[in-house]
Structure formats: C-alpha cells, structure tokens
C-alpha cells in the first residue's frame, strides 16, 4: 500500500535543479582549474576564484542534505541523491585541492600533461552538466544517459595515462636535479587524477540509477 501511495504523490522537483546547479558549478570549477594550469601570475586569482566556487559547491551539497530530511518523497532513493551529491563535491574539493598545492608551493609552470588532465576534467564537467537534466525522466533518457557515463568512463582512463605518462616524464626530467619538484609534481598529478575519479564515481553513480530506475 505505501509503494502505492508513493508513486502517485508528487516528487520534489527541486532535486533535480539542485543537481543541475551543482554540475554547472562543477563547471565553472573546472574553466577555473584549467585557467590555474595556464600559469602565470594570474594562477592566484584563479584559484581565490576556485576556493569561492568550492564554497557555493559546498552550499547546493548542504541545501540537497537539507531537502532530503524535509521531503517525504524523493525522485529516487536517498542514499542515490545522498551519493550523487557526494560524488559531485568531492570533485570540486580536489579541484581546489589542486589549488592550494598551487598556491602553497607557488608553482607557476606546468607541465604538460597537467594541463591535458585539466582539459579532460572540463570534459568531465560537462559531460555531467549534459547529464543531469536527463535525469528528470529517466526512462525516457536511459539510453542518452548510459552513453555519457560510457564516455565519462573513457576519459577518466585517458586521464589515467596521462598521469602515468607525467610522472615519468617528470622523474626523467627536471626530478634528476632537483627533488622537490618530482614531489610537488605528482601531488599535483595527484590531486587531478582523483578529480578524474570522482567524476568517475558520478557516472557509477547515474549508471546505478538508471538501472534501478528502468
């Protein structure tokens, strides 16, 4: 009787806006880490952007939190909206942890192959941004919706070789002569790849959803 009377009570709506306002915030982070590994003097302002699109982050996370004690019925389940929110912050947290090694070790130059990460995170982001709204019908959209978690899969094992790839180059380079720059180095590959990973952990994520949902 109760599985029921749930599915023809109305679904808070306002979920789905706030995963969508967390994915396009996810994005801004992104433009604003790949602006950090241009370098430069301009790579502080860049990451005291980054730290204040973390905190907006953080407050859509707090707001989906609080909705989901206010509400009776949920699109779907709570641990799903709790893990899609989860997976969604932790991504722009270790984008700004990126930013605080930057700005800690006040690094300048990047390597190349940090820069081709951030190319891919922005990839990621908005991948996730095209896939959020989709979730408001997701039987509709499923087909639409296991593609972009493919793709996403795809690009976080491209990041993978390209973390690889860095840190070798790195040792063989400049970490010959000077230590100190292998290890902020791979903190800094570090921090990108698990960016990688939490989008990844965003797909898996959907990907579950959308099985138990169609």
């Known amino acids: 009787m109760f599985q029921l009377i749930k599915s023809i009570l109305p679904k808070e709506e306002k979920f789905f806006d706030l995963f969508e306002a967390h994915a396009a915030k996810a994005v801004e982070a992104a433009t604003s880490l790949r602006a950090i590994l241009n370098g430069g003097k301009a790579a502080a302002e860049h990451c005291a952007t980054l730290s204040r699109q973390e905190e907006e982050a953080d407050h859509i996370s707090y707001e989906v939190m609080q909705a989901i004690r206010r509400s009776f019925i949920t699109p779907f389940d709570r641990s799903d909206i709790k893990a899609l929110s989860s997976a969604l912050d932790d991504a722009i947290d270790q984008m700004n942890k990126t930013g605080k090694t930057v700005m800690l070790y006040d690094v300048e130059r ?14 990621l982001a908005n991948i996730t941004a095209e896939a959020m709204p989709l979730l408001r019908s997701i039987s509709k959209n499923s087909s639409r919706l296991h593609g972009l978690t493919g793709e996403i899969t795809k690009i976080e094992e491209q990041s993978d070789q390209l ?22 180095g791979s903190e800094l590959y570090e921090h990108l790849e698990k960016v990688c990973d939490r989008f990844e952990d965003v797909a898996h994520v959907m990907s579950d959803i959308v099985i138990e949902h169609v």
Not at 112 to 121: E, F, I, K
Not at 163 to 184: S, T, W
């Open 110 to 123: 990047f390597e190349p192959n940090m820069r081709a990460m951030a190319d891919r995170v922005i990839m």
């Open 163 to 184: 973390n690889d790839e860095g840190l070798r180059a790195l040792f063989k380079g400049k970490a010959r002569k000077d230590p100190l720059q292998f290890i902020v």
